[in-house]
């Protein structure tokens, strides 16, 4: 079985491209130069490699990701906010499920949160990443309020006086209006 050359496009595809024929009666673009489109293309390979960052750029920009993550749950809690007031203060499905969306986050942020930051933990910057760290506990604490505001708000918490009826005694007078031999 013979083996069938490539169609012709495909080797033009492959080829470097040849110079254009002066005799087309179609003009080039506004803003086109060949002159500076074969420049390109023999620039292109031949790149500036760029330079390593120093070890202060490195830090630096760690240092801004670390503030961007520690900041982070403090731009979910307008929407967290919106969702709770969406909600209701009823005990449906989907509130309990927001609810409990409210306490899980920030507690496994919480709990996460040397792993969360070791990418950026080094030398230069441990001491700098104490601050930073506490922004996120703060901001994810703040998330838990918010969680705790909204199981107040469906009742949930016991703040009366009648939540705990069960363990409250029986009241004893120590006088009474009427003698007891009239009862």
């Keep these: 079985m013979a083996t069938q050359a490539p169609p012709q496009w495909a080797l033009d595809l492959t080829s470097a491209p040849t110079q254009k024929p002066k005799s087309t009666s179609i003009q080039d673009p506004p803003g086109f130069t060949a002159a500076l489109s074969t420049k390109q293309r023999s620039g292109a390979s031949k790149t500036p490699v760029r330079k390593t960052p120093t070890e202060e750029e490195m830090d630096t920009l760690k240092m801004k990701k670390a503030w961007e993550l520690a900041i982070a749950p403090a ?25 409990f969306t409210l306490f899980k986050t920030p507690i496994t942020a919480i709990l996460a949160l040397q792993r969360v930051f070791a990418p950026y933990e080094t030398p ?40 705990w009826l069960a363990w409250e005694a029986e009241r004893t007078w120590s006088e009474r209006a009427i003698p007891r031999a009239w009862l």
């Design 124 to 163: 230069g910057t441990s001491s700098r990443l104490i601050v930073v760290k506490l922004v996120y506990i703060l901001t994810n604490l703040v998330g838990l309020c918010l969680g705790i505001w909204k199981v107040n708000k469906m009742g949930l918490l016991p703040t009366t006086r009648s939540d």
């Design 75 to 99: 731009k979910q809690l307008p929407m967290n906010a919106i969702g709770m007031y969406m909600t209701g203060n009823t005990l449906q499905i989907f509130s309990i499920f927001m609810v």
